[in-house]
């Protein structure tokens, strides 16, 4: 059965964009169905302490972006695209449904299982949207963008059915939904296949070297076993998550030396552009440091400081999302007229400006402190109102990187450079559960960000000194706990995203032409 007729373009970009939109868009849906219901499911099923729902959360979330590097390495070298995507795939689905049984050894094995497969699905399918342009070709951002549209459909509806589907039946009827949603993405995906819209990209790379046999096994099966054997050591780095600093280490050490690797084999221009590929994923991992808040310390804000209306907590995550459903045909529009009209800003405008934009959403959240009524409870409309200017950065910055990944990475290592920036979430998780923790009451004061330059800035933006809060009840300490650190790193990043369009003249010149 074919989905979509078998021309060459449909609405202006390859066929094979619209089944991969929709792999994807499933995909998402598992995985975003699953992240809005997890701090919640540890901290009100599971009873986990803030700290420790906050740790676990983050070592998931950065495992989740750190195996795509691995996955990567094997498409180029082994697999392909097209057989990773279906492992990935596979695995992500075993995860989702393994968390319906409520005991510790399924709930950190179905977390093992969906970071080893988000490991072969990610990195890949985003390789296999570039592999359908040609260098150069003016629809590449829009095409991307079009693609992110179907990770935040996913993304938005979601939260949306999983979290009814847990406050009104149960939490496991929610895992059980996010399951699916994998299934139905790889039943698209395989439809693709079948209908051949992928080109002739993403096969085999090296049918000698995926056949050949060590020990009986096939180099393509022994990628397989290993996939599973690798599950529970995972699932045990999330378990004991207080050491995952050792594990950022050993990534970081990796990837020094496998990137030396490559630019001793590579070319004077490329070797340019990867520095300025890495330039991009190091702004990634800072926006993601403070983009990924939502899910955790946003998620546990919006369910204890905000007038929630119409949504519960979970469900907020799905805020996001809709916004770039809304925004991104807009965005993708206006890139393509921009391109035309030879106006379009280049990307290291549109990373600082993303940048800045996301300090900006954050800051509105620390402004909500100005209207707390008298359960030290904000209104919603900050909460909509930050959101909605951080999507408006995440819309020049993440579909921009995807897009610009795929050209600056030299052709032979481009699932790998994708790896990379995906890794960037990896780092920017990690740093995520650390700014999280500071928004955990503690015995011990209102923290650092109520004392000095810091205390100011919280004081200036929230109007909340921390002389009257540490005399007043728990609610309002627990809101001065949010908006202090929001406050403060909402202005922190709002600065250097300014400081990106400034000094943006010396990395365009490394780019070789790349827009």
Not at 100 to 122: A, D, M, P, R, W
Request: aromatic share 16%; proline share 2%.
């Amino acid at each position: 059965m074919k989905i979509f007729s078998a021309t060459t373009d449909v609405f202006g970009h390859p066929r094979g964009l619209l089944y991969l939109f929709f792999a994807e868009l499933w995909e998402r849906f598992s995985f975003y169905g699953m992240r809005a219901l997890l701090v919640l499911y540890m901290t009100k099923q599971l009873l986990f302490s803030d700290e420790m729902s906050f740790g676990i959360y983050a070592a998931y979330m950065s495992l989740v972006y750190v195996t795509p590097l691995l996955g990567g390495m094997l498409a180029d070298k082994i697999l392909g695209f097209r057989k990773a995507i279906v492992l990935g795939g596979v695995l992500m689905a075993l995860g989702h449904f393994f968390l319906t049984f409520e005991h510790q050894i399924f709930f950190y094995s179905s977390l093992g299982f969906i970071i080893v497969g988000n490991g072969f699905f990610k990195p890949n399918i985003s390789s296999l949207v570039g592999k359908l342009y040609r260098e150069g070709d003016h629809r590449r951002d829009s095409g991307f963008t079009i693609f992110y549209m179907g990770i935040n459909i996913g993304g938005a509806i979601a939260p949306l059915l999983c979290a009814w589907l847990a406050e009104v039946y149960g939490w496991h009827y929610g895992f059980v939904l996010a399951g699916v949603g994998m299934l139905l993405g790889l039943l698209v995906f395989k439809n693709g296949l079948q209908n051949d819209v992928f080109e002739g990209h993403g096969s085999v790379p090296d049918e000698i070297k995926f056949k050949h046999k060590k020990w009986g096994i096939t180099n393509g099966n022994l990628i397989v076993i290993a996939a599973f054997l690798a599950v529970p050591i995972f699932a045990l780095i999330v378990r004991f998550h207080q050491f995952e600093h050792y594990l950022v280490w050993v990534v970081t050490s990796f990837l020094m030396i496998y990137l030396i690797y490559i630019f001793n084999q590579i070319k004077k221009e490329e070797r340019q552009r990867l520095v300025v590929a890495i330039y991009f994923t190091a702004l990634y991992t800072l926006f993601s440091a403070i983009f990924e808040q939502a899910g955790s310390s946003l998620t546990l804000f919006a369910d204890r400081s905000v007038n929630l209306i119409c949504l519960n907590a979970a469900q907020t995550n799905s805020i996001n999302s809709g916004f770039i459903i809304l925004l991104a045909i807009p965005f993708s529009m206006l890139w393509t007229f921009l391109s035309k009209v030879n106006r379009n800003p280049n990307s290291v405008i549109k990373f600082g400006l993303g940048i800045f934009f996301l300090g900006l959403g954050f800051v509105i959240f620390g402004l909500s402190a100005q209207h707390t009524d008298e359960f030290a409870k904000t209104p919603m409309f900050y909460l909509i109102l930050g959101t909605f200017i951080y999507t408006v950065g995440e819309l020049f910055l993440s579909p921009i990187g995807l897009s610009k990944m795929t050209e600056l990475s030299p052709a032979k290592y481009i699932a790998f450079i994708m790896g990379v920036w995906f890794c960037a979430n990896f780092y920017g998780h990690f740093f995520a559960g650390k700014i999280a923790k500071f928004t955990s009451v503690s015995t011990k004061g209102l923290g650092v960000f109520s004392e000095g330059v810091f205390g100011e800035i919280t004081n200036l933006i929230s109007g909340l000194s921390a002389e009257n809060v540490i005399k007043s009840g728990e609610q309002l300490q627990q809101l001065y706990s949010y908006v202090s650190v929001y406050s403060n790193f909402g202005v922190m990043t709002a600065v250097i995203g300014i400081m990106v369009i400034v000094f943006s003249n010396p990395i365009k010149r490394l780019m070789n032409g790349v827009k």
